[in-house]
């Protein structure tokens, strides 16, 4: 519920920044368009997202979604869409980077099993 108030909340506040024109309403295809983006890339996402992270630990749950940005320049740069910069690749390293290094301290963090020697009685 809070990350589907969040997500209207700050909609409207870009609707209202940006735009605020009803005219996207008036057309089918916009029409269209808005219902689209509120109920499959947002509401039906956010409902298979939530549903998932209940099979998953919380820090690799989190490192997969910290990797959306990463994808997404990823994608953009397959489909012609931005070209791949240096900027873009420094970028994309910088985000591999912070959201693999807290995984990786607490792997290396979690205490190793010892075996542990019964005393041998004399």
Known sequence: FVQFLTAALFSLIAF?????????????????????????????CYLM??????????????LILSMEAFFGAVLSIM??????????????????????LPELVVILR???KTKTTEPQEE
């Open 16 to 44: 209202f920044s940006f735009d605020g024109s009803f005219a996207a309403f008036k057309s089918a295809s916009g029409t269209l368009s808005l219902l689209y983006l509120g109920l499959l890339s947002t509401c039906l």
């Open 110 to 112: 979690k205490p190793q």
């Open 79 to 100: 489909l012609g869409y931005d070209p791949a910069s240096p900027r873009l690749i420094f970028g994309g390293a910088l985000i591999l980077i912070s959201v693999t």
């Open 49 to 62: 997202q939530t549903a998932a992270q209940r099979y998953v630990a919380s820090g690799p749950a989190a």
